[in-house]
């Protein structure tokens, strides 16, 4: 049988599931919404987790790093293998790892044995986000049905890291830090027992070979980046293994793109950047999240270093922009059908970029009522009418077969945006420090408002990409 040609017969009994489209959309946005919390629930446990465990200031970062690590540079091989095994398999095999990780990682007595669980977290992760995304490509049909699914889930994807703060601050406060982690045991072992139920199996491709060296040096230079720009965060730009990092990223990446050029069935399908409006939107999708993740860093820093809170509190002061960006996903297919895809992620962009900005007017007296609250709900609505466009943008024209491919690119572009973001920030941040030489609370204000503002840029420069995009509302043309 030729290579192109599908398992169908393998899976007659997924096909002939009934369709129950909200169904399978509950468990998907359950599953997505797990994934990508995971990666801030922790944040505000932190301090109890170092004080239990005994890890070192340096080593506690790596808790967060472990899963952003292994999430971000395997998700590459998730999306091609959701292609080559089917995507229901994929995510049901990704979320068990998950679950399973999750379950250890709360009873674990000892730092190491903790980093172990995260990275097996962050194993499990990469395999079933890439699945989560494309599995919404084949359940609804293109048009309203799809763009509505797409709405709910790009607004669970955006709005999770910061649910993730909320809830980590609730779980700390209440009962104790490993309740973030058992908390994705009990959602798990519903996403895996449920998923058959639910979800129609996708067409496998049979006789496919997988790319081998596509997939080693792919992961290889993506997880190089992402440890790079992780290391620069805490120990600077100048630091050695930095450099060495970037040096190897950027080998690994140059071989991966001439493996890629040559298989017949490569892990990312070059013909993806094909479509100047797909491009565009992958770039949205590196940069939106670098912003992000500075908003998330700094705020959060404002809150307990600065004026004091407690976790839950900390938590709490989040919920404005998770209630922003889940309230505009809702309406964003509405207004993507009226105002088109260039308008309605431009919008977003406007709005967001003026919630940073009014966010950096911070000082150490400032109000939450008064200063914070709102420019977080700005902050929110405007992200809430940029993702799904974006994802609208690379998605539309993708077939079945490259679904995955496309996916798991998108998802590695959020989870690399927001270390390479991160870095940066806090990079700018060191320098403004430095640069104001005030006195404790004093200059770490003047720091945040400095990296507040260069993640505005960020979302400014999103803008301009997307304002030269070919159209400004239609799709992309077919390919």
């Not at 909320?166 to 406060?173: K, N, S, Y």
């Not at 007296?365 to 009418?385: E, H, K, Q, R, V």
Request: charged share 10%; with cysteine.
């Amino acid at each position: 049988m030729p290579e192109t040609a599908t398992d169908t017969a393998a899976d007659s009994t997924a096909t002939a599931l009934p369709h129950r489209p909200a169904f399978a959309l509950t468990l998907i946005l359950t599953c997505q919404m797990m994934l990508i919390l995971d990666a801030t629930v922790v944040n505000i446990a932190l301090p109890d987790i170092g004080a239990e465990l005994g890890f070192s200031p340096a080593g506690l970062s790596w808790v967060l790093n472990a899963y952003t690590l292994a999430f971000g540079g395997l998700m590459l091989i998730g999306g091609r293998l959701g292609d080559l095994i089917g995507r229901r398999r994929a995510l049901t095999v990704g979320v068990l790892v998950f679950t399973v990780a999750s379950l250890l990682g709360g009873l674990v007595d000892s730092s190491a044995l903790l980093l172990v669980a995260r990275t097996t977290q962050g194993v499990g992760a990469a395999l079933a986000a890439p699945s989560t995304l494309a599995l919404i490509t084949t359940t609804f049909a293109a048009g309203a049905e799809r763009d509505r699914a797409l709405g709910l889930f790009t607004g669970v994807a955006a709005a999770g890291s910061a649910i993730g703060m909320i809830l980590g601050g609730v779980l700390t406060d209440v009962g104790s830090w490993r309740w973030t982690l058992f908390i994705n045991v009990p959602l798990g072992l519903a996403v895996v027992a449920l998923a058959p139920l639910a979800i129609r199996e996708t067409a496998r491709t049979r006789g496919a070979r997988f790319d081998v060296g596509g997939a080693l040096t792919g992961t290889s230079g993506v997880t190089a980046l992402v440890y790079a720009f992780i290391r620069a965060a805490d120990h600077g730009w100048g630091d050695a293994q930095v450099t060495w990092a970037f040096v190897a990223a950027a080998a690994l990446l140059g071989a991966f793109l001439a493996v890629e050029r040559r298989v017949r069935q490569p892990v990312v399908p070059l013909d993806l950047f094909a479509v100047r409006n797909r491009v565009i939107a992958f770039a949205g999708m590196l940069l939106v999240p670098a912003a992000m993740f500075g908003v998330f860093y700094f705020d959060t820093q404002y809150f307990q270093l600065v004026r004091g809170y407690s976790p839950l509190r900390t938590g709490l002061a989040f919920l404005p922009l998770a209630v922003g960006i889940f309230a505009s996903s809702m309406l964003a297919a509405k207004a993507l059908a009226r105002f088109g895809l260039r308008r309605t992620a431009g919008g977003g962009l406007v709005l967001a970029t003026a919630g940073i900005l009014l966010q950096s007017m911070l000082s150490t007296d400032s109000g939450y009522w008064t200063a914070l609250f709102g420019p977080l709900l700005i902050n929110g609505l405007g992200l809430g009418f940029v993702f799904m466009p974006l994802s609208v943008l690379i998605l539309t024209s993708i077939g079945p077969d490259r679904a995955g491919a496309a996916s798991g690119l998108m998802q590695t572009m959020q989870q690399v945006g927001g270390a390479l973001g991160l870095s940066a920030l806090v990079t700018v941040y060191g320098a403004a420090v430095r640069a104001a030489d005030l006195p404790g609370p004093d200059g770490m204000v003047e720091g945040y408002s400095t990296g507040l503002l260069a993640g505005a840029g960020f979302l400014a420069l999103t803008l301009v990409l997307l304002l030269n995009a070919r159209t400004a509302a239609a799709p992309p043309s077919q390919e």
